[in-house]
């Protein structure tokens, strides 16, 4: 495998055909409940959390920095009205406003660069509550795009050969990375949050291979 001299990134296969190593959108299939979501224009999707720093009187420059509330998932959805379909219909829920929805819904973000199926992530986008729907009418320009705001409660992410095996392989170079288990579950959906997992204060003595 021929790869750039400085970063090791892929240039060709060991052959020297040729190779693509760009993610791009259209190997992306937006599913819920197993079932396409057509004319979607663009999905965005942001996982935040506020970092703390712990400061100390007598000390110019923080000591310890630690998150201090859990991850919230949010996004925006835009899609072009198809099919007689508003963006709520195409996400398989029969109500078309905002105050409607009683229930949440998963999306599932299907990535399919590679051939193997197997090989395929999945992201779940779990327990997902509409916050907003918005749509003009206009005479500049008569094509109906429609915008929803969400939050959801979690984001995980799984290989499709089995349940919970984690999507972070290293990718295309198989770079190794620290073996730390609450990590992973939390990664592959098994538990909420990772902070919670016992041992956080001596973490980095107990993993060899963290550094």
């Known amino acids: 495998m021929a790869q750039a001299p400085n970063t090791n990134s892929t240039l060709s296969l060991p052959s020297g055909i040729n190779k693509t190593s760009t993610a ?13 979501v057509g004319a979607i224009q663009s999905l965005a999707i942001t996982e935040r959390r506020p970092i703390r720093m712990i400061d100390e009187v007598g000390t110019d420059g923080h000591i310890d920095s630690v998150p201090n509330q859990s991850t919230n998932v949010t996004g925006t959805c835009q899609r072009v009205r198809f099919d007689r379909l508003r963006i709520a219909e195409s996400l398989g829920r029969g109500f078309l406003h905002n105050k409607s929805q009683q229930y949440p819904f998963d999306i599932v973000i299907l990535d399919k660069q590679k051939r193997d199926q197997a090989n395929q992530i999945s992201t779940v986008i779990k327990n997902v509550w509409i916050s907003e729907i918005s749509y003009t009418y206009q005479v500049s320009d008569w094509v109906i ?3 929803m705001n969400w939050e959801a409660e979690d984001i995980f992410s799984i290989l499709n050969n089995g349940s919970n095996v984690p999507a972070a392989q290293g990718g295309e170079l198989g770079i190794k990375h620290a073996a730390i288990p609450t990590e992973t579950l939390a990664d592959t959906g098994a538990r909420r949050g990772s902070l919670d997992g016992a041992g956080l204060i001596d973490l980095a003595s107990t993993i060899p291979d963290l550094f």
Do not use: A, K, R
């Not at 791009?24 to 396409?36: A, G, K, M, R």
């Open 145 to 147: 795009t429609e915008s």
């Open 24 to 36: 791009i959108s259209t190997n992306i299939i937006i599913l819920v409940n197993n079932t396409p």
